[in-house]
Structure formats: C-alpha cells, structure tokens
C-alpha cells in the first residue's frame, strides 16, 4: 500500500513534468517562428507523432486488432464520425476477439 | 470570434471526444482501483496530470515504494507528444497576454489542437483549445469517478482485450488530419514508414518517436522549400 505523503508527491511530480511538455514545445516553437517558412513544419509534427505511436502498434497487433483500425479508418475516411469509428473499434476488439485471437 | 466564442464552441464541438475519452476514464478509475490508489488519489491525478496515457503509464509502477525516477521517466516519454502539440499551436495563440497563454496551456489535448486545424481562421484558437480542453477535464473526472465507483462490478471481467482503445482514437486523429490538411501528407507517410523500419531493428519506443518526427521535419522543410520555390518560380 502506498502512503498518501508518497502517493502526493508522486501526483505532483507527474503533474509538473506533464504541465512543463505542455508548456516547453509551445514556448520553444516561439523561438523558431522568426525562420521563414517554419509555420507548417510545425504544424506536421503532430502527426508525425501519431504515425510513431500507430505504425508500431498496428506493426505488433492481433487479427482482430487490425481488423478493427481496418473499420476505424474506413468509417473515419467516409463520415468523420470519431463515435461510430471508436465504438465500432471496440466492439470489433470485444467481440471479434475470442474468434480472431487464435488465427 | 472572440476567446469566450471560440471557448464555447471549443466545448460544443467537443462531443465525439467527449464519449471517447469518458471510456478511457472509466477505465483509468477501475485501473487504479485495482492497483490501490484511494479515490482522492486517482481524482486529484485526473484533475492535476490530465493525461489518459500518461496516467496509465504511473499505474504500471504504482507500489510501494514507489519508484519515483521510473514514474517519471515513463510519464515524461509518453508525455512526449505534447511538446509537439504545443510548437504546433506557436503561430495560433498571438495575442494574449503570456500570463494567460501559460495557465491555459494546461488544458492543452490532443483532439482539442487537431480539432482547431479544421476550424475557420477567424476562430480564437486559444479559447478554442482550452474550452475543448474543459470538456475533456469533465469528462476525464466524471468517468474516472465512475469507474472507481463500478470497479468492484466488473472486477471479473477482462479488460485487456480493449488495451488497443488507444491507438484507434488516435487513428481518428490522424485521420482527422489526413482529411483536414491542405498540404500532402507526405511528412506523416515518411514517418510511419521511418516508425516501421526503426520499429523491426528492435529500436526502443523514445528512438522510433524521436526518428520518426524528426524524419517526418525534415520532408515538412524540404516540402515547405519545395513550394516556396515553385511560388518564387511561378
């Protein structure tokens, strides 16, 4: 069991480092933006980071987990419906699982 | 627009991510239920951290004695992203006082940056972000609340088979993105192509990030060149 003098600075650490990524890439991209040109190059790198953290997961995935980034991304692609898309993923995970784990 | 505006309608149009993120609440307060942390613990870390993947990652750790360099270590690295958040809103927040800029910055979330790229140019992107932001917070405590409270319920069920939630919602994102932009989206293919190779040589996850975005900024450079000249040009 963890103590709450312990549990406290934990949560506050990681409160700190949290606030300070927020605030540290907002206050160095205000030292770049005097270069010319850099205003969608910074821009990209969100996505950048996104296909980081998909390509590996998508790479390492089951059947059914790629089954369902399959449907996110079609309905994603025909109707921007973020709730159709996600919940249709998690029921593709809930229920397709048990059958598509095995292959 | 003006920033009170923009926050409103940062808070309407917040819906799709409100129900997504309430999910991954849900399953954060049953998380740490299960690995101990008392309910004021797990709201006071909703309210102060604000970060879904961040927070999951503290619970992998959480036993006494907590190791504090490794929660940190791991909180910073998935927390990473959000450095690029912020560089990418650099030309959006102008004009507000700096004072203000670095309070709400703390309400900075994904879906609320991705979100204000589709929104008209006349919005207040600030006041946008940060009221989508207020939306994620209430729906990140409610949820988390609620999943504390039901845990014991679903104590038996597994819920590891919706561990790949994450990657999907972010799926939405990108797609988000892929449709929203108006230059090609070649820096982000160069990446996920670069996050693939870095990937199968057995890279560690801050070197396939670190590879893949900065692979990802020197396409967007060469590209930004690119049609510079071609307008020069023309």
New interface residues.
């Given amino acids: 069991?963890?103590?709450?003098s312990?549990?406290?600075?934990?949560?506050?650490?990681?409160?700190g480092?949290?606030?300070l990524?927020?605030?540290?890439?907002?206050?160095?991209?205000?030292q770049?933006?005097h270069i010319r040109?850099i205003?969608?190059?910074?821009?990209?790198?969100?996505?950048?980071?996104?296909?980081?953290?998909?390509?590996?997961?998508?790479?390492?995935?089951n059947p059914?987990?790629i089954l369902?980034?399959i449907c996110?991304?079609l309905i994603?692609?025909r109707s921007?419906?973020?709730?159709l898309?996600?919940g249709t993923?998690?029921a593709v995970?809930?229920f397709a699982?048990p059958y598509l784990g095995s292959l | 627009m003006t920033t009170s505006k923009s926050a409103l309608h940062g808070i309407r149009t917040s819906g799709d991510y409100f129900i997504s993120t309430f999910l991954f609440g849900v399953m954060f307060g049953i998380a740490a239920v299960s690995v101990g942390l008392e309910t004021w613990q797990a709201l006071l870390m909703c309210a102060t951290s604000f970060t879904a993947s961040g927070q999951f990652a503290a619970l992998e750790f959480w036993a006494a004695p907590l190791p504090f360099g490794t929660i940190a270590l791991s909180v910073a690295l998935v927390s990473s992203r959000n450095l690029l958040l912020g560089m990418s809103m650099t030309h959006h927040f102008d004009g507000h006082s700096l004072g203000r800029r670095v309070v709400w910055l703390a309400l900075l979330n994904d879906p609320g940056v991705v979100n204000s790229f589709r929104m008209d140019a006349e919005i207040d992107r600030l006041g946008y972000v940060t009221g989508y932001g207020v939306s994620m917070m209430i729906s990140w405590l409610l949820s988390t609340w609620i999943g504390l409270n039901i845990a014991h319920l679903v104590a038996s069920f597994d819920l590891g088979a919706i561990d790949f939630a994450g990657p999907l919602v972010i799926a939405t994102m990108m797609m988000l993105f892929f449709k929203g932009s108006t230059s090609k989206p070649t820096p982000w293919i160069v990446s996920g192509v670069v996050a693939l190779a870095l990937f199968e040589i057995g890279a560690a996850n801050y070197l396939i990030l670190l590879g893949s975005v900065l692979s990802g900024m020197v396409v967007a450079i060469l590209q930004t060149r690119r049609n510079e000249a071609s307008t020069n040009g023309g």
């Fill in positions: 069991m963890v103590g709450n312990s549990a406290l600075w934990a949560i506050a650490m990681m409160a480092i949290v606030y990524t927020r605030l540290s890439g907002y206050f160095v991209g205000l770049l933006r040109g205003q969608p190059v910074l821009e990209a790198l969100p996505g950048c980071a996104f296909m980081a953290i998909l390509v590996p997961a998508v790479r390492q995935g059914s987990e369902a980034m996110v991304i994603m692609w921007n419906n973020v709730v898309a996600t993923g998690m995970l809930l699982g």
